[in-house]
């Protein structure tokens, strides 16, 4: 056993114990595993639409079967229980509930999720429910999607119907997954949907995925009858600087990728320095007189996710500029006024996303959030990494070594275990992704499941990491990788 103040300087230890009632589980979400894209009533979403868009996704890909979850449901139940999750964390499709994301509820949708909770229950599992992960009803989107005001008030009856509907079940209610990712990669660069590419829309679409989280969480308290926990979930960004401009150069994207969030939800204002970096691109007349204090909502946890670090400079507008900021390459920006930034590229090694792997890294930003915000507690709602995976057939049956995987997970657990030790109020680690699944952008050419997923017969083989993470969950002890 390592000694948890000091450790190995790599991070990996074994032997580390977690304390009592910390929730180990796994994550994903409805468009990138379900399938059934227009099975029982399901209208269509921005994915949808985007992914049978010519050239938007890698090899043409679409989500329309993805990982067939809607067809495997009690399998995949079966696999969590084998494996012994605590959580499950998942993400209702708002389509599959109303197709147009307004009007009657669509009831064989809802179905779904019933049978999706109450088998949870059955096996012991805590259902980790979340609103919203990128996947906006294209209705809405036909009308101006997050660019428009009346989606938020939307997303609040949505909230309503399913804290009515669920209310009694759910362990802990997120409302959005990664609002950066909806706002800036689908309305800024164009790499996600919708693919629009203007910093001033993406800029408007942070303030109501913003404002949609506190009138969801206003409607939720009114009508769930259990004690659950509020949350979000926010991908936050580690950002180190480099060269004589690097304070600079941090303080703007940190300004982006997390103050504008952390700003309003857990403050009850904008940062300052942010509305001013983009004044040329907004006013930022979007923000109406007590816009702030619906999103300044308590909540019981924070989500964070984590994957990797981030390295800036200020650019001197000669040498090619780096945009090396872990995402793909599109039309437009995701750092809207941040132009004299560059983004440079990371040591490695590398997943196969191609981004940087530095567990100091979210020991780092656990630390940072507990020290800004000392009562709020945290979990880690994603953590995981993308490899190339082989599916061989031995002796005993059908297995995936994914050592780089399973060492991964080992140097992050124990980041989470140094955080925790350094008084960070943790609460969980979602570990993702329970199974491989449709990657965005990337299609099906990345695998981030500790389950393997055979895209063409749907069979699921547990890959090492996911038995190594078993032991870990049964024991609440890091095991040796």
């Given at each position: ?225 259990n004690d659950p926990d509020f949350s979000i979930t926010l991908n936050l960004h580690v950002v180190r600087g480099e060269g004589p401009g690097g304070p600079e150069a941090v303080r703007q994207i940190d300004g982006l990728g997390n103050r504008v969030f952390l700003g309003p939800l857990l403050k009850g204002e904008y940062p300052a320095d942010v509305l001013a ?205």
């Amino acid at each position: 056993m390592t000694d948890s103040r000091q450790g190995n300087p790599d991070y990996r230890d074994s032997g580390l114990e977690f304390p009592a009632g910390f929730v180990f589980g796994s994550a994903t979400a409805a468009y990138q595993i379900e399938g059934a894209f227009d099975e029982d009533g399901r209208g269509p979403s921005i994915w949808d639409t985007f992914s049978h868009t010519p050239g938007a996704i890698l090899n043409g890909d679409t989500g329309d079967k993805a990982s067939d979850h809607y067809h495997h449901l009690e399998e995949d139940l079966d696999l969590m229980q084998r494996l012994g999750l605590h959580a499950y964390r998942f993400s209702i499709s708002w389509s599959r509930i109303q197709p147009t994301g307004r009007g009657p509820v669509n009831e064989k949708g809802l179905a779904f999720y019933e049978r999706l909770v109450d088998g949870l229950l059955e096996r012991g599992i805590r259902p980790i429910a979340t609103l919203y992960h990128w996947d906006l009803p294209q209705a809405l989107e036909d009308e101006g999607g997050w660019t428009n005001r009346e989606t938020a008030y939307a997303f609040a009856e949505y909230a309503r119907i399913m804290g009515a509907a669920l209310g009694d079940r759910i362990d802990t209610w997120t409302t959005l997954n990664e609002p950066w990712c909806s706002a800036y990669l689908g309305y800024g660069s164009g790499a996600h949907a919708p693919g629009r590419t203007d910093g001033a829309e993406a800029l408007t679409a942070v303030h109501h995925l913003n404002l949609a989280h506190g009138l969801a969480i206003t409607e939720l308290r009114k009508v769930v009858t259990n004690d659950p926990d509020f949350s979000i979930t926010l991908n936050l960004h580690v950002v180190r600087g480099e060269g004589p401009g690097g304070p600079e150069a941090v303080r703007q994207i940190d300004g982006l990728g997390n103050r504008v969030f952390l700003g309003p939800l857990l403050k009850g204002e904008y940062p300052a320095d942010v509305l001013a970096d983009t004044a040329a691109i907004t006013d930022w007349s979007f923000v109406r007189p007590g816009d702030t204090g619906i999103i300044h909502q308590p909540i019981d946890v924070l989500g964070v996710n984590y994957y990797s670090t981030t390295r800036v400079r200020l650019w001197d507008g000669e040498a090619p500029r780096q945009s090396a900021d872990g995402h793909k390459d599109a039309a437009g920006s995701p750092w809207p006024g941040a132009d004299r930034v560059e983004f440079v590229q990371q040591a490695g090694p590398y997943t196969d996303m191609g981004w940087n792997i530095e567990p100091a890294g979210l020991e780092e930003l656990l630390v940072s959030l507990s020290e800004e915000f000392p009562d709020q507690p945290l979990m880690i709602t994603e953590n995981g990494a993308a490899f190339p995976d082989t599916l061989v057939q031995e002796a005993d049956g059908p297995a995936v070594h994914d050592p780089l995987r399973t060492d991964y997970l080992q140097r992050h657990f124990t980041a989470a275990h140094r955080a925790l030790a350094r008084g960070v109020d943790l609460r969980g680690y979602q570990v993702w992704s329970f199974m491989d699944n449709f990657e965005w952008a990337y299609g099906y050419s990345k695998r981030f499941g500790i389950v393997y997923v055979d895209y063409d017969t749907e069979v699921r083989t547990p890959k090492d990491s996911a038995l190594w993470y078993a032991k870990l969950v049964a024991t609440g002890i890091i095991p040796a990788a």
